[in-house]
């Protein structure tokens, strides 16, 4: 089983930018499907952006595209979320997760492994 911890997360202003690292262990995540999901406070978590174990088909919430892109680099066994143009809207814990599934999904419950999180938060 693959285990999965996030970094990278902190205080910003709005307009800046942060890169999320989500580092994996125990198994590499070559045939795994990553994805970002966030919850904000009192909110259901939510799919940020994933990327298939196959490259391309990259998937994105309507809410953070042409902001966030999501990278993968098999042969760190990472994968990054790059936030640009940050909003007090994207202040949320940011999941990292992975599935054996071929493609990018958007529920919750399609990803069986999950990091603990690490706080976004943005500033007016």
């Known amino acids: 089983q693959v285990q999965l911890v996030e970094s990278g997360g902190g205080l910003v202003q709005a307009g800046d930018s942060l890169r999320l690292s989500c580092a994996a262990s125990?198994?590499?995540?070559?045939?795994?499907?990553m994805a970002w999901f966030r919850q904000a406070p009192g909110k259901e978590r939510e799919f940020v952006a994933g990327?298939?174990?196959?490259?391309?088909?990259?998937a994105y919430a309507d809410s953070v595209k042409g902001r966030f892109s999501i990278l993968r680099d098999n042969a760190k066994n990472t994968v990054y979320l790059q936030m640009n143009s940050l909003k007090p809207e994207d202040t949320a814990v940011y999941y990292c997760?992975?599935?054996?599934?071929?493609?990018?999904?958007?529920?919750?419950?399609?990803?069986?492994?999950w990091g603990q999180g690490t706080q976004v938060t943005v500033s007016s």
């Open positions: 997760a992975a599935d054996l599934r071929l493609r990018v999904a958007i529920g919750v419950h399609e990803y069986g492994v």
């Open positions: 990327i298939p174990w196959g490259g391309g088909g990259t």
């Open positions: 125990g198994r590499t995540i070559s045939r795994y499907t």
